[in-house]
């Protein structure tokens, strides 16, 4: 019987070892993801893009089908890309998803999908978006409890192509950001009625908005670095650039106001 109490106090202490081996191992860590729409203003009177799910794909072969999970998408339904634009975004995600490395995600349209132009609705054909999705690169970690906020920027104004006989096609131009890697340029455009393309360039690389009625622009998710502004209005204006523009990580980059002279005929 003196031997029974230290081989099953080890036995114990064993056994507790290995229970909290299991828990541990049964812990499922977790990252907060937001995802949110916004776009590029267009010369459309709307862009109707019919959202019916969000994937994200957490294998490390991109090729691999099953490595594809759906996220809990808070409204499916249509979306009017342009009332989500210069700074003005919508929630499409708000969830707990695995940790881990995430290499794409895709967007899977319903075939409610339209554009209107001068108050007429016209259907846009969107075929491969309807089956396979529309797939973008994300290739990032979502770090265990570290909140991930992506925006999904849907260039309407590059993404709507005229076929002919009063048709349209969806061929998405699409790029994300996180605004936790990106900064952005903000200002206003004088007289608003110039009603310009903004172009921000660095490199070979370019982000484009359209100013508002009244003359704001935001851009966003843009590296650091030196940017030039491209300023491109309305006939009757003369175009006009911007250069030196510095962008920093986490900042907004106002340049103030950029006056637009009138054409001389």
Not at 38 to 46: H, M
Not at 47 to 76: A, R, Y
């Amino acid at each position: 019987m003196k031997n029974l109490r230290p081989l099953g106090f080890l036995t114990l202490l064993i056994l507790a070892f290995a229970f909290v081996q299991c828990s541990d191992d049964d812990v499922k860590l977790t990252t907060p993801v937001k995802i949110r729409l916004t776009d590029a203003p267009a010369q459309y009177d709307k862009v109707n893009i019919d959202i019916q799910q969000i994937q994200f794909h957490s294998s490390n072969n991109e090729n691999e089908e099953n490595g594809w999970k759906e996220m809990d998408l808070i409204n499916p339904g249509v979306y009017d890309l342009l009332q989500f634009n210069n700074g003005i975004d919508t929630l499409l995600v708000d969830q707990e998803l695995p940790s881990g490395t995430v290499s794409q995600m895709r967007l899977i349209l319903g075939e409610n999908n339209t554009v209107v132009i001068d108050g007429m609705t016209y259907d846009l054909d969107t075929p491969s978006a309807q089956t396979s999705g529309l797939k973008f690169q994300i290739h990032d970690d979502f770090l265990a409890g570290i909140e991930y906020k992506l925006w999904i920027d849907f260039d309407a104004a590059r993404s709507i192509v005229e076929t002919g006989n009063g048709k349209y096609k969806l061929k998405p131009v699409i790029r994300t950001f996180n605004e936790a890697t990106t900064g952005a340029i903000s200002g206003i455009i004088s007289p608003a009625e110039a009603k310009p393309s903004i172009h921000a360039i660095i490199g070979q690389d370019t982000v484009s908005t359209i100013a508002e009625e009244n003359g704001n622009f935001l851009i966003k998710g843009l590296n650091a670095g030196t940017y030039k502004l491209a300023i491109e209005p309305i006939d009757g204006y003369l175009e006009k650039e911007v250069e030196d523009i510095t962008v920093s990580i986490e900042n907004i980059t106002d340049v103030g106001t950029i006056d637009i002279e009138t054409a001389v005929n």
